[in-house]
């Protein structure tokens, strides 16, 4: 079992890993680990004039959660907050998507990357 200390150092290294590839994809980065209170977002970017909110999940294999569903319906709402925090605080007028970036660490020391851009649509009613 994955010590605590392991976790989070896994989990900022899977947000390099992530930051890298969004930014070999054309995207700019905004904000890292922003946060309003006890609301964070791990990667503000923009691309073609839209702003990306993107969750990283890093996961060991094997893993058992899929990265789109270890993404729940609170987080999905807390993310959803921070966006509209972060919009009103910097009055941006921009779309706003909601990504996930998934890195699953391989047991040899290699790593997979895989992309969910628009992973789930904002609904009414969540300020």
């Known amino acids: 079992m994955e010590s605590v200390g392991g976790k989070i150092k896994r989990g900022r290294e899977g947000e390099q890993i992530a930051l890298e590839y969004l930014l070999q994809r054309g995207f ?3 904000e890292r680990n922003w946060r309003h209170r006890h609301l ?3 990667l503000i ?9 993107v969750e990283v999940r890093s996961k ?3 893993a ?9 319906r609170a987080k999905r709402n807390n993310l959803i907050k921070a966006a509209n ?4 605080d910097r009055r941006i007028d921009s779309e706003v998507v909601f990504d996930i970036v998934s890195v699953l660490f391989l047991p040899n020391g290699a790593y997979n990357v895989e992309f969910y ?3 789930f649509l904002p609904f009414r009613g969540v300020l």
Not at 45 to 53: A, D, F, L, R, S
Not at 85 to 88: A, E, F, H, I, T
């Open 85 to 88: 925090y972060y919009v009103l």
């Open 64 to 72: 058992i959660v899929d990265p789109l569903e270890s993404v729940g």
């Open 40 to 42: 964070e977002v791990d």
């Open 45 to 53: 970017m923009e691309k073609g004039g839209m702003v990306h909110i």
């Open 60 to 62: 060991s294999f094997p």
């Open 28 to 30: 700019k980065l905004m």
């Open 117 to 119: 851009e628009n992973a």
